[in-house]
């Protein structure tokens, strides 16, 4: 409903968020009143651009048309059954996940880190089963993030980062090693390892994606050393990299991996494929959520993930992924800009901060997420056109020449 309709003020908004609300985030000065496509809007109309997607989120652009109807139709016939019983919306879901991305099961969560802490016990339950008790190490890569809850926090290759401290000893069991680097990973595997970890590109690290040799060498290291190979595919899935999964155009196939964001197209889900193999070790009492996979969500995911497909808006995003990063280069300031299909990062110079670029880019209309100190994250719903990818370079141009000439 609009702010109209629930007769509230822009003011009103923000003034209860911050009175009622634990505030954990940098937020804009934004009251988002709806949604369409490539932009958000305020109360009184005003459009913003959008290139964050919500954080990847709103794949097939907010509020497709096709999702939309699939929430209305499904809401008024049946939203949540639970996990004891069968549902339409779920069974289809799963078929079209699992014939989609060329893997025999698919578990349902409400998250990318529930989705993560699943593949993490499933990991751990294949290693205590097959290889005896020691065996539940994971190695996973620095500056890695794979979510806030204990198992996919301590996953996460960051000991310094405000996600990690203050939160008492992690959970045993992880150890890190260097993105990129299979020397680093080589060494960090121990006799108790039993798995490796990564994310096909780094996100909120400040968008590192891997080298195709690295890849590959992390699926004959494991092969090798008989452990598994998991992907968190939770902002890389769904089309955002250039492939369905970025897994598949790497060309190198996991044991597991993990998916959210985009699966949804706004709907809380988060799901994790295993090989028939490895998914049996998830035996009847081992593993469960009571949200994860209901019918509302399930039949909002089947109609964003067909409507990615049908568009294929992974070649969208290849084609115009590069054309966005052609022309961030050409901005002032600018130091790297590096990305794969349209998860793109751009990198500026120590005289440019990126949360304060992010606050200046909004202000001339253009929503984008800032990651690190310097780094603009561009994130854009995958229906993105070049003229956008022309508008929206050219408000970040603006932004930056203001930011500098402010000092
Ligand atoms: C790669 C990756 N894994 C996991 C997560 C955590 O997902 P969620 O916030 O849905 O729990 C994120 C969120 O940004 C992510 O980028």
């Known amino acids: 409903m609009r702010m109209k309709e629930l007769g509230i003020t822009q003011e009103q908004v923000i003034e209860k968020t911050k009175k009622y609300m634990m505030e954990f985030t940098d937020r804009l000065d934004f009251v988002c009143d709806h949604a369409k496509g490539m932009y958000m809007y305020d109360a009184e109309g005003k459009a913003y651009l959008d290139f964050f997607a919500g954080i990847a989120v709103n794949g097939a652009g907010s509020c497709n048309d096709r999702v939309v109807k699939a929430v209305q139709d499904q809401a008024g016939d049946l939203m949540h059954a639970s996990a004891y019983i069968y549902t339409a919306p779920q069974a ?108 096909p590109v780094q996100g909120e690290g400040g968008v590192y994606p891997a080298d195709p040799a690295f890849l590959q060498g992390l699926r004959d290291l494991c092969d090798e050393k008989g452990l598994l190979l998991l992907f968190d595919e939770v902002q890389t899935g769904w089309c955002r990299t250039g492939d369905v999964m970025a897994f598949m155009g790497y060309g190198v196939k996991p044991d597991a991996f993990t998916m959210a964001k985009a699966l949804g197209g706004g709907v809380p889900i988060g799901a994790v494929c295993a090989t028939e193999e490895l998914a049996r070790h998830f035996t009847p009492g081992s593993h469960g959520s009571t949200f994860g996979g209901n019918a509302l969500v399930c039949a909002a995911a089947l109609a964003e993930i067909e409507e990615l497909l049908e568009k294929d808006l992974a070649a969208n995003a290849k084609e115009v992924g590069p054309y966005l990063m052609d022309q961030l280069r050409t901005l002032p300031h600018i130091k790297e800009v590096r990305g794969r299909g349209l998860l793109v990062g751009a990198e500026f110079d120590e005289s440019i901060s990126s949360a304060a670029l992010k606050h200046q880019c909004f202000d001339n209309q253009l929503l984008t997420t800032s990651v690190g100190q310097h780094i603009i994250r561009l994130l854009p719903p995958l229906i993105v056109t070049k003229e956008d990818c022309d508008q929206a370079v050219a408000i970040m141009r603006k932004s930056v020449e203001e930011l500098a000439a402010r000092g």
Request: a negative charge; hydrophobic letters at 40%.
């Open 92 to 199: 289809l879901l799963a078929e079209k996940v699992c014939t989609t991305v060329g893997f025999d099961k698919v578990f349902f969560q409400n998250s990318g880190t529930e989705a993560n802490e699943a593949m993490i016990k499933l990991a751990r339950k294949y290693g205590i089963d097959t290889k005896g008790e020691n065996d539940w190490k994971i190695v996973t890569a620095y500056k890695s993030f794979h979510g806030r809850t204990f198992g996919a926090m301590a996953a996460t290759g960051q000991p310094d980062n405000a996600c990690q401290m203050g939160f008492g000893p992690m959970i045993q069991g992880f150890s890190y090693a260097d993105f990129n680097d299979l020397d680093s990973f080589r060494d960090a595997v121990d006799e108790d390892t039993i798995a490796i970890m990564v994310e």
